[in-house]
């Protein structure tokens, strides 16, 4: 749960994790291709991540009138079994992602293949009233949580300072100026302009929200980096939740990974099917 620390500032050591949008089956679509090619197929799942990426796979060797018994969950074990993973990277999951700090989310985007971002602006959103994520291993000792906090609170009563008294100095027609800005900048201008610089004392724990779109391929291979016991503790949490909600939306796709408890709380993730 949050801590609320004054009016400015809350903690956070939890990620939130809203699924915002899935694949569409268009069956119709799906039907009047196998029918302009004469063959009759159905898959049994109907989640349409699972159909899409069954399809590609048919579609690669033609084998809709040669399905596996077992059906779709069968047909993707042995997708996963044998490694083709390039089928995966059909199904897509757009999710919104909050309570992270900006030192998870530069770890977050360094993952590239097969995933789009759009991450909050620090330039355009106040800082002012703000969130902090603290680490575990931090929160759970008084000592360590005191200088924490200390620090935090100390850098966020800098940013407020920073952007007030840089927005009060740029309405000065020769500070505009000096800032490359028009002598005569507007309020929007200069409050932009002083934030971009405040920003510069904002401590990695920042709270960031960002939009992620991903592939299954390309979770899998997240789920498996940042669900390690050798990551990073707080992406490792975000690498749990996500599997929870990707295992409920498709099983057939991300139902092999196990969760194996850790002594910090979190859960190491693991497959007998990595590096699909």
């Given at each position: 749960?949050?801590?609320?620390?004054?009016a400015?500032?809350?903690?956070?050591?939890?990620?939130?994790?809203?699924?915002?949008?899935?694949?569409?089956?268009?069956?119709?679509?799906?039907?009047r291709?196998?029918?302009?090619?004469?063959?009759?197929?159905?898959?049994?799942?109907?989640?349409?991540?699972?159909?899409v990426?069954?399809?590609?796979?048919?579609?690669?060797?033609?084998?809709?009138?040669?399905?596996?018994?077992?059906?779709?969950?069968?047909?993707?074990?042995?997708?996963?079994?044998?490694?083709?993973?390039?089928?995966?990277?059909?199904?897509?999951?757009?999710?919104?992602?909050?309570?992270?700090?900006r030192?998870?989310?530069?770890?977050?985007?360094?993952?590239?293949?097969?995933?789009?971002?759009?991450?909050?602006?620090?330039?355009?959103?106040?800082?002012?009233?703000?969130e902090y994520?603290?680490?575990?291993?931090?929160?759970?000792d008084?000592e360590?949580?005191?200088?924490?906090?200390?620090?935090?609170t100390?850098?966020?009563?800098?940013?407020?300072?920073?952007?007030?008294?840089?927005?009060?100095?740029?309405?000065?027609?020769?500070?505009?100026?000096?800032a490359?800005?028009?002598?005569?900048?507007?309020r929007?201008?200069?409050?932009?302009?002083?934030?971009?610089?405040?920003?510069s004392?904002?401590?990695?724990?920042?709270?960031t929200?960002?939009?992620?779109?991903?592939?299954?391929?390309?979770?899998?291979?997240?789920?498996?980096?940042?669900?390690?016991?050798?990551?990073?503790?707080?992406i490792r949490?975000?690498?749990?939740?996500?599997?929870?909600?990707?295992?409920?939306?498709?099983?057939?796709?991300?139902?092999?990974?196990?969760?194996?408890?850790?002594?910090?709380?979190?859960?190491?993730?693991?497959?007998?099917?990595?590096?699909?």
């Open positions: 749960m949050p801590t609320v620390v004054d400015n500032v809350t903690i956070l050591t939890s990620p939130q994790v809203y699924l915002l949008g899935k694949q569409l089956l268009q069956q119709a679509e799906l039907d291709f196998l029918s302009d090619h004469g063959v009759s197929w159905g898959s049994d799942s109907e989640v349409a991540a699972e159909v990426t069954e399809t590609a796979g048919r579609v690669c060797y033609m084998s809709f009138q040669r399905p596996r018994p077992g059906g779709n969950a069968a047909y993707l074990h042995h997708i996963k079994e044998v490694g083709h993973g390039s089928v995966l990277e059909h199904a897509v999951w757009n999710f919104v992602i909050t309570g992270i700090s030192s998870l989310s530069h770890e977050l985007v360094r993952h590239r293949a097969g995933w789009a971002y759009s991450q909050l602006s620090q330039r355009y959103v106040d800082e002012s009233v703000a994520v603290e680490p575990d291993i931090i929160a759970g008084p360590l949580h005191a200088l924490w906090l200390d620090a935090v100390h850098a966020h009563a800098a940013y407020i300072a920073l952007a007030e008294k840089l927005n009060a100095k740029l309405a000065d027609p020769a500070a505009a100026t000096a490359m800005l028009p002598p005569d900048a507007d929007t201008t200069r409050r932009k302009t002083a934030r971009q610089a405040a920003r004392v904002l401590p990695n724990a920042t709270e929200k960002i939009s992620v779109t991903a592939n299954a391929r390309a979770l899998r291979h997240f789920l498996e980096q940042r669900g390690s016991r050798h990551a990073e503790p707080e949490k975000l690498a749990t939740v996500m599997l929870d909600i990707l295992a409920t939306e498709s099983p057939n796709l991300f139902g092999d990974y196990i969760k194996t408890p850790l002594p910090d709380g979190t859960f190491e993730l693991t497959t007998p099917f990595p590096k699909v």
